[in-house]
Each structure stands twice: as structure tokens, then as C-alpha cells.
């Protein structure tokens, strides 16, 4: 089967058992690989009544057909597991070099079951797959880890790691890589935490065959060429997501501020890419095969650090959203959180939400225990997250994610979250689209699956259909192995990644043959939820009340602030669009069109 | 000292490949070079074959990436038992009929790998023959933050030689 590598790894840790099973091509023709693969393995494979962190929930690591070969961006490894955050389906992607080294290795795609009793890792050199024992590296901070098993195996070696996050089951952790890249959201690094898995290491040697390589030759060549002649990539390589920030704070106001109470940061100058670059860039830092280079490498001489980022998300969630006015701060709070395996989003969110409560007195001095907590207080940031991260005092309920956070505290109506995932950088009071997408998003409050704020600026008017044609995109990217950034900001074309697919693995697709692969991914995300969680309705599509209120600072007066009214005649809409019942249900006929025929039998689930 | 002023840029008058001076700032490690290297010379796609290679050793401090290609200074040609390494132009290129996979005492690994000063000759379990460059340039051309450059020999005299990129790149 050509353009993938053939073989998935099933690893059992509680039996230390490793199996190498063939992959099956209907699957791949069928749901392509990565995010769509991983999705259908774990929707096979694990039972509805699992605990996200016991033996019975499963950890699915995927690359997609594009991964491994030049197609620009092909750098994106997926994880997708049950979520220990929400208790549904978990999804989140990396970039580096994960995705490539796996299929050099022999496989796409790797099934972490069962748990360990003791700290072990994952050794797959080629055919050797061992799992080893990780005393020695349990405890380690997610740079200092991967550095360590980088020294001690090899530095060709690609590392896949969690931190003490993840360890003691923060259930914001992330799973990092590269140093600094992580596949952050929905608690994937939880879950490796869980099954007492300290990292995945890996080297391969294998060359990828590929169906046809010169038609591959060609419209690789011509994705370059189109990459290096737009204007807009000089501005990506040295600011990478950074760029964004002004944008976000001054133009469209969307930018979260102080726990998302507004959407412009009155300091935004200091955080902006230009200060960034002039304060610490070093270089450039891109995943596989990316001509773009959207990672930027810093120094912050005050703090005397050296991070990966800040990348927008983290400018946004622990800069405006903590009131922080300092660039290298910021850069100092990514650099603990990385450290410790902490998702910086839901960091952010949850600590914005914390300031707020203590500061409307319904967090108390007692549970800070020394801390003065305040906007733009990095220190004792920093020092919260490390008491996070080691579940200590206060720090042991606030790893719980700010969903539970918030209803034990009574604070649950500024609690920024959609179904238990904290809500990422965007503000979007004002922004139906915006709204949707995360009220729809498959991993909750993220942007991955629809960025939908770029159609509110226009002003267009078909918000439920503009969102899911995003979400089959989008997603989309995460099956193909591929990286969505080049389409997003550069405007390289579908039809090229339908022709480089169509070149590695000849399955001859049409553009229908692959918006319906897409279609039928994101439908089987939502049946996760409907299989596993009982009564999921449109309840868990709603978006937080505080994003039906004014903001503090009320900047764009011309806009109305979307109601729950609007939201719900638009989820209306977008369900019937989808085929889904009035309920957010997929229906049996939309299943039966997409394929998705085994799913049918979990709809009894719904109340 | 050869310098890109007054050379003839045209691939016969290549000297070698080398990464540019400020490469640690430019370099993001995307690895493009790589898998282009690696898919100009084989049917297939992947790293693992590539002549050039670039790693991450000195991450995550200071960070900046390192290069390693050949500088072409010919020493696996002198130190080849086979004589199996010619010089065609400027650039040393294996003839793979010639080429017996010696194996250097101790190392396991081949004579032209152990000997070359800059770590820039690779195996792979795959083929006897070494991996080396050949001066192709798609690394060059295709590195998207033209961190890599061509170093060609300084003609004598001859004014009539305007610098210019090079036309035909070997694809």
C-alpha cells in the first residue's frame, strides 16, 4: 500500500506486550489517517464506560499519508484518546518531527493500551519496540526529559514526552516534543500520565514508496514555489503566530483580556512581534518539511531563558489574559509551563479565572497561602503553576480544569470553558461564526477545528455554513499529516494536497471523494461524544453566559453582542445543515450516507 | 580564499556546498534539504538516504541548528582502498562499481566515513555504497530560508564571466 507505512504498533503496557498489526487500506481510504485514523480506532476500540485514566482508555498516536514525504507542512502527528478533561473525545496535534520519524520507522499509526505499574517509556527503533523502564527520567520537566533521553539514546532520536503535569494528572497536560511544541489540548499528556508512560522515543531509517513519484515531484515543487513567492511568508518566518497579536488586540478586538472580560489589551504594544523579535528572537524553528518556520526560538535575557514561542495562543492566553505587560514575561511563563507539560491555554484560563475570583473575594487568602495573586503578577503566576503542576494546596482542585474549578467555587458564570475545554485566543462576544465554532468544536472551547473569526470580519451572512465548511477542512489537515497554516495564510490550494495525495497513495480521489472523507471524520468525533457520554445534546454546544454580556471596556459599540437567542437559531440551523437531529445528534440516515453504519448502534445512547 | 565576486557560476565550477556564515540564525530545521537530497537520488521518499543533514544537538540550550555537507576536500578519494571516489569537476563523487564497502579497523564503519573530517559521509543498511554529495544543488535551491550557498572557483581573469545564478540545476 503505497505512501503508508503499512504497519500499526498495538503496545500494551500493562502486559508489556507489542503487536505489529497490518493497517487495514479500507480504513485508510476511508477516514485517510491521522486525527480521521486515530479517530476510528479509538471510536472501535474503547468502551464507553472507560475512565479517561484507567487501563481501558487507549492513547492513539497517528501520522497521515502526507507525513514523511516533501509536501510542505507534512509535519503533524496526532494524539487522540478519550479526554480525562472533558470525559469526551480528546483530540490534539503536534508538529516537529513526530509524524515523519514514525513513518520511517515502519509505522502509521501507535496504540498505547492498558498501564504500566511503574514509570516506563516507549523504545521503537525501526523494528525494535521495547518498553523500558523510565525511573530514572520520571520527575523530569518536559525539556530537561527530552533532553536527557535525547543524550542517552541519541540525538536522531525524536522524543515525544510529558512533565510533572502529567505525571500527577493535571488534567490540562500536554504531550511535548522538540523542545517546546506540544500537543497540548483535551489532556492528551494526561492520559500518558495515566498509563505511567514517561515518553515515546523514536528513530527511524526507512525510505516511503510512493504511487507516483513525478506527478509527487511536480506539485510538490509548485506548492514551494507558490509558498516562496507569497508576500505574506516573509512576515511568517520572522514572526511567525506572533503577528497575529496586534491584529487581534487593536483591529478586531478579539483578543482575550483579563480572563475574556474584553477583547482589547490596552498594553498590546509590548506584546506585539515587533518587541518579540527585537527583545529575543534567536531563529526560526519550523516542523517537517515547512518553508513557512512559524516557530520562533527565544532568549529573554531577564529571565535568562531560552523558549520555543511565545506563540500566539500563549501571547493571548498568559499575556492580555493575565494582564501581563511584558513580552519576555510572557516568554518566562511559556518557558514554566513548558517545563512543567502545563497546555498554556487552559493555564491561562484557568489562572485569568482564578485572579478574577480572588479578586471578587470568592477565592480566599487561606487557599493562596501566601500567594498575592494579580493581573501582571508573573512570580506568583509562575508559582501557582508549579503548585498546579505538583498538585500542591490550592494547586490540587485547580488542576481539575475550570469547569470543576468553577462550580466548586460558584463562580461558574465567567468560567471560560465550552464542554470542560478552556475557550483559546479569541474573543467572541460579537462573533456568531466565532461562537459556533467553538460551541461545535469536537475538542470544545478550541479553534482547531473552525477559525471562523476572519468570516465574522467580512461580515458574511452564512455563519453555520462558512463553520462547517472549516470544520471539514480543517480537520481535514490533521488526517492528511499536514500542517493547515500554508492554505490558511498562504492560499495553497486544496486541489494540490488532493493531487499529492492522489500521487502517494493512488487512491485516485476526487475533491467529493475527499470533502466526504472529511464530512465522515467529523461526524464519528461527535459520535465519540454520543457514545460516551449519556444525554449529549445540544447542552454541551452552549458557549460561556459571559459571551452574552458586555465587555468591561466596550470597544466596538457597532457591533451587537450575539445573543443566546441568535446562537441557538443559528445551532439550529447549522444541526439541520449538518443532518443532525434538532438535538446535535448525527441522524442514522446522515451515519448510513457517510459509511459511519456501525456508529448507529450508539445512538440509543441519547436520551 | 575562493569568494563569490568574480567567479563563474555555473555547476562545472562548483567547489562545494556549504552552509552561510549566519546559517545558526537562519537555519529553522525543517529539514527540506533532507528529503530533497534524499528523493533527487532515490525512487522513494524519506531522510534517511540524505547527503546533507542537519541536526538539533545543541537544543534546547543555546538552540541553532548544525549543518553537516561536504566540503569536498577529497581526503575519503586519498584514503579510499578501492580508489573508488573520483573527482569529476571539482566535486568527489563514489563510483558505486568501484566501491567495496571496505571496513576501517575498529570503527566497523567504511574508510571515506571514518576518515572525513567533517562527519559528512553516511551509511544506510540498504546499499554498500556510502552516501556523499554530489554537488547537485536542490538542497540549495530549494532551502526556503536560504541558509545553504554554492561555492564556486574564482576564475582568473576573464571579465566576460558576469556573475550569474546558475540555469540548469540537476533536479
Given at each position: 500500500m503505497k505512501g503508508y507505512a503499512g504497519e500499526i504498533l498495538r503496545v500494551n503496557l500493562s502486559t508489556k506486550e507489542v503487536k505489529k498489526e497490518k493497517l487495514d487500506e479500507n480504513l485508510a481510504r476511508i477516514h485517510l489517517g491521522g486525527r480521521g485514523l486515530a479517530t476510528r480506532i479509538a471510536y472501535d476500540e474503547i468502551p464507553s464506560d472507560a475512565d479517561p485514566l484507567s487501563p481501558g482508555n487507549k492513547l492513539i498516536m497517528a501520522s497521515g499519508p502526507l507525513s514523511g514525504t516533501r509536501v510542505p507542512a507534512s509535519g503533524k502527528t496526532d494524539f487522540v484518546a478519550k479526554s480525562p478533561l472533558t470525559g469526551g473525545y480528546g483530540s490534539s496535534n503536534v508538529g516537529g518531527h513526530l509524524a515523519e520519524e514514525m513513518k520511517f520507522a515502519g509505522y502509521d499509526a501507535i496504540i498505547i493500551e492498558g498501564a504500566s505499574d511503574k514509570p516506563c517509556?516507549?523504545?521503537?527503533?525501526?523494528?525494535?519496540?521495547?518498553?523500558?523502564?523510565?525511573?530514572?527520567?520520571?520527575?523530569?520537566?518536559?525539556?530537561?526529559?527530552?533532553?536527557?533521553?535525547?543524550?542517552?539514546?541519541?540525538?536522531d532520536f525524536q522524543i515525544a514526552v510529558i512533565g510533572p503535569a502529567a505525571e500527577n494528572l493535571v488534567k490540562y497536560s500536554c504531550i511535548s516534543h522538540d523542545f517546546g511544541r506540544n500537543a497540548g489540548r483535551a489532556g492528551m499528556g494526561t492520559v500518558m500520565g495515566g498509563k505511567k508512560l514517561k515518553a515515546i522515543a523514536m528513530r527511524g531509517s526507512k525510505s516511503l514508496e510512493v504511487h507516483d513519484k513525478q506527478a509527487l515531484d511536480k506539485v510538490v515543487k509548485t506548492m514551494f514555489e507558490e509558498c516562496m513567492k507569497h508576500p505574506e511568508l516573509k512576515a511568517w518566518q520572522i514572526w511567525g503566530t506572533s503577528g497575529v497579536t496586534k491584529w487581534c488586540s487593536s483591529t478586531i478586538n478579539a483578543f482575550p483580556t483579563k480572563n475574556f472580560s474584553m477583547g482589547h489589551f490596552e498594553h498590546d504594544e509590548k506584546l506585539r512581534a515587533e518587541v518579540m523579535r527585537e527583545k529575543m528572537n534567536k531563529h526560526g524553528k519550523a516542523c517537517g518539511m515547512c518553508p513557512m518556520a512559524c516557530g520562533q526560538y527565544s532568549y529573554s535575557k531577564k529571565h535568562n531563558i531560552t523558549v520555543e514561542g511565545p506563540e500566539y495562543e500563549t501571547i493571548a492566553l498568559m499575556g492580555g489574559n493575565l494582564g501581563i505587560t511584558d513580552i519576555e514575561d510572557v516568554a518566562y511563563l511559556n518557558y514554566v509551563a513548558d517545563e512543567l507539560g502545563l497546555d498554556t491555554i487552559s493555564t491561562g484560563n484557568i489562572v485569568a479565572h482564578v485572579i478574577e475570583a480572588y479578586k471578587k473575594g470568592k477565592v480566599t487568602d487561606t487557599q493562596l497561602d501566601g500567594l498575592k495573586l494579580d493581573w501582571n503578577a508573573t512570580s506568583e503566576i509562575a508559582a501557582l503553576m508549579d503548585r498546579i503542576a505538583h498538585r500542591r494546596g490550592f494547586g490540587n482542585l485547580l488542576a481539575n480544569g475550570v469547569k470543576y474549578v468553577s462550580k466548586i467555587l460558584g463562580t461558574e458564570e465567567y468560567a471560560m470553558h465550552v464542554k470542560g475545554t478552556e475557550i483559546s485566543g479569541y474573543e467572541s462576544r460579537r462573533r456568531g461564526s466565532m461562537k459556533l465554532a467553538y460551541g461545535t468544536c469536537n475538542v470544545g472551547g478550541h479553534h482547531n477545528d473552525a477559525w471562523a473569526i476572519t468570516y465574522d470580519v467580512a461580515k458574511g451572512d452564512k455563519k453555520a455554513e462558512k463553520v462547517i465548511e472549516l470544520q471539514h477542512i480543517r480537520p481535514g489537515f490533521d488526517a492528511l499529516g499536514a500542517c493547515r497554516l500554508?492554505?490558511?495564510?498562504?492560499?495553497?490550494?486544496?486541489?494540490?494536497?488532493?493531487?499529492?495525495?492522489?500521487?502517494?497513495?493512488?487512491?485516485?480521489?476526487?475533491?467529493?471523494?475527499?470533502?466526504?472523507?472529511?464530512?465522515?471524520?467529523?461526524?464519528?468525533?461527535?459520535?465519540?461524544?454520543?457514545?460516551?457520554?449519556?444525554?449529549?445534546?445540544?447542552?454541551?454546544?452552549?458557549?460561556?453566559?459571559?459571551w452574552y454580556k458586555e465587555e468591561e471596556s466596550k470597544v466596538r459599540p457597532d457591533e451587537p453582542i450575539v445573543s443566546k437567542k441568535e446562537y441557538n437559531e443559528l445551532l439550529d440551523k447549522y444541526y439541520k445543515l449538518r443532518g443532525w437531529t434538532k438535538k446535535g445528534v448525527p441522524s442514522k440516515k446522515k451515519l448510513k450516507a457517510l459509511g459511519l453504519d456501525f456508529a448507529i448502534k450508539d445512538l440509543k445512547r441519547e436520551k | 580564499m575562493e569568494e563569490n565576486k568574480t567567479e563563474d557560476k555555473k555547476l562545472e565550477n562548483l567547489l562545494r556546498i556549504k552552509s552561510k556564515e549566519n546559517f545558526e540564525e537562519l537555519c529553522s530545521g525543517c529539514g527540506v534539504c533532507e528529503a530533497f537530497c534524499h528523493a533527487t537520488h532515490y525512487d522513494t521518499e524519506g531522510k534517511a538516504k540524505s547527503a546533507i543533514r542537519i541536526s538539533d544537538e545543541n537544543f534546547p540550550v543555546p538552540g541553532g541548528y548544525k549543518c553537516a555537507v561536504c566540503n569536498q576536500c577529497g581526503k575519503c578519494a586519498r584514503e579510499c582502498p578501492a580508489d573508488a571516489i573520483k573527482k569529476v569537476g571539482n566535486i568527489y563523487k563514489i563510483d558505486d562499481d568501484l566501491c567495496v564497502r571496505c571496513t576501517a579497523p575498529g570503527t566497523g564503519h567504511p574508510i571515506c566515513v571514518d576518515v572525513c573530517p567533517t562527519r559528512a559521509i553516511y551509511t544506510h543498511k540498504d546499499q554498500l555504497t556510502p552516501i556523499k554529495c554530489d554537488g547537485c544543488g536542490t538542497c540549495v535551491e530549494m532551502c526556503p530560508k536560504g541558509a545553504l550557498e554554492y561555492v564556486f572557483k574564482k576564475l582568473k581573469a576573464d571579465t566576460e564571466n558576469i556573475p550569474q545564478q546558475p540555469k540548469e540545476v540537476p533536479k
Open positions: 517509556y516507549l523504545y521503537i527503533d525501526d523494528d525494535k519496540v521495547e518498553v523500558r523502564d523510565a525511573s530514572q527520567y520520571w520527575g523530569l520537566g518536559s525539556i530537561t526529559g527530552e533532553k536527557k533521553f535525547k543524550d542517552d539514546l541519541g540525538n500554508p492554505w490558511v495564510e498562504l492560499g495553497i490550494k486544496i486541489d494540490y494536497y488532493l493531487e499529492a495525495l492522489n500521487a502517494i497513495t493512488g487512491f485516485n480521489f476526487s475533491m467529493d471523494d475527499l470533502m466526504k472523507a472529511y464530512e465522515r471524520n467529523f461526524n464519528l468525533m461527535r459520535m465519540f461524544w454520543v457514545k460516551h457520554v449519556a444525554g449529549f445534546d445540544r447542552k454541551q454546544d452552549q458557549v460561556p453566559e459571559r | -
